[in-house]
């Protein structure tokens, strides 16, 4: 049975678009105008989910919200708020209200889309008391994302295998680049000061309470522990005693931690490297960034890491008739090509725009498809 969807809002064009796009998905919806017609709509239809306008001349959205948090019969069906407002303040206090998610108007249909699965697929999970699906003693694994150099998608294959992974098993994502964090602005995030918090503070207190203090949530599922862009952070010093502390704070939170190794190796993500359950290496297909791979391969091949712990993953950011073949970035690294990742720039812009992992705001595009089987197969492998 399609899930039922309440969409509230006095505009009438706005009512009659929102509906249509989500009709074309399969939604069953149902419509108010205000609300007061909407608290009843929603005590009597018990819809899965309410997209509700916060602008309203009866009573604003985030007075229809708290009504719906105060009555037993409509607590728990998640909310997604709908407005023009755009102001981070705005926000908040639709967080505060009980709302689950926030769109600002025009919004994609992907963008619209993505959100919706997302808050449904979330809500059914805690329902069915399968929000962890594993036993929180379990050590579950760690995986990490190293770059041959900047700009060649770490951060953005990062992102997405952790939101694969999240729909699974809990999943934390973890920047570890201070000073340089691009992956709170990428995801819609503005708290980024996390990492900082975490690691300016002496090893031994670094714990399971400290970290999880820090961890923003996603509309994902994702629990965010995030680096920020701000220059005077990439003074912070992260050694490797802190970064392993910090880990270990992580594995009672998450099953799946995912870490954003940043660029090449240096003292820090050699450690790294060798802590990691599975590390997975990106590369561009062209002969500068092959140069600087293979040599990254010998270093990584004399940490005597145990088979299989390691994965070479060709990310094509841009359409190119000049490329490397994979067969030949084999050769040259003497090393399995694991996934190749189809080049979508426009794809990955707008993505970014929403604040949204590609594999949520265009589940179906032949990106999503590639990344969420490399996800698949990272699992497999770091088990």
């Not at 994502?173 to 691009?182: C, E, S």
């Amino acid at each position: 049975m399609a899930e039922k969807i309440l969409v509230v809002d006095d505009d009438v064009d706005s009512l009659k678009l929102i509906g249509l796009m989500l009709q074309r998905q399969g939604y069953d919806v149902i419509a108010a105008n205000a609300g007061q017609p909407a608290l009843q709509k929603a005590y009597h239809e018990q819809p899965d989910l309410i997209i509700l306008d916060v602008m309203m001349p009866d009573m604003d959205g985030y007075e229809v919200t708290r009504r719906l948090r105060a009555e037993p019969k409509t607590t728990s069906i998640p909310i997604i708020m709908f407005t023009a407002k755009t102001m981070v303040d705005d926000k908040v206090a639709g967080f505060e209200a009980g709302a689950d998610d926030y769109l600002t108007k025009p919004t994609h249909p992907a963008e619209l889309s993505s959100r919706v699965k997302a808050v449904l697929l979330r809500t059914q999970q805690q329902r069915k008391g399968a929000t962890r699906t594993v036993a929180p003693t379990e050590a579950g694994m760690t995986l990490g994302f190293l770059g041959v150099k900047g700009g060649v998608g770490t951060t953005t294959l990062a992102a997405n295998v952790a939101a694969v992974l999240a729909q699974h098993a809990d999943t934390a994502l973890v920047d570890l680049r201070p000073g340089q964090g691009t992956l709170g602005p990428a995801l819609g995030i503005n708290r980024a000061q996390g990492l900082a918090t975490v690691m300016s503070r002496p090893v031994p207190e670094i714990t399971t309470r400290l970290v999880e203090e820090q961890l923003v949530p996603h509309a994902i599922g994702l629990k965010l522990l995030l680096a920020s862009p701000r220059p005077q952070e990439s003074q912070l010093a992260l050694t490797p005693e802190s970064v392993q502390a910090l880990i270990s704070g992580l594995i009672p939170l998450a099953y799946y931690r995912v870490l954003d190794l940043g660029a090449g190796l240096n003292r820090l993500t050699v450690r790294m490297v060798r802590e990691m359950d599975h590390t997975t290496i990106l590369v561009e297909p062209n002969r500068v960034t092959l140069t600087l791979a293979a040599e990254i391969m010998k270093e990584v091949s004399a940490l005597g890491l145990r088979a299989g712990s390691t994965s070479v993953v060709v990310f094509n950011r841009a359409q190119s008739t000049i490329q490397v073949p994979w067969q030949e970035v084999e050769q040259i690294l003497n090393h399995e090509v694991t996934a190749i990742i189809s080049p979508a720039p426009e794809l990955a812009f707008q993505a970014a725009e929403a604040g949204f992992p590609i594999v949520h705001f265009q589940p179906s595009s032949i990106v999503a498809g590639q990344i969420s089987k490399l996800a698949e197969e990272l699992a497999k492998r770091g088990s």
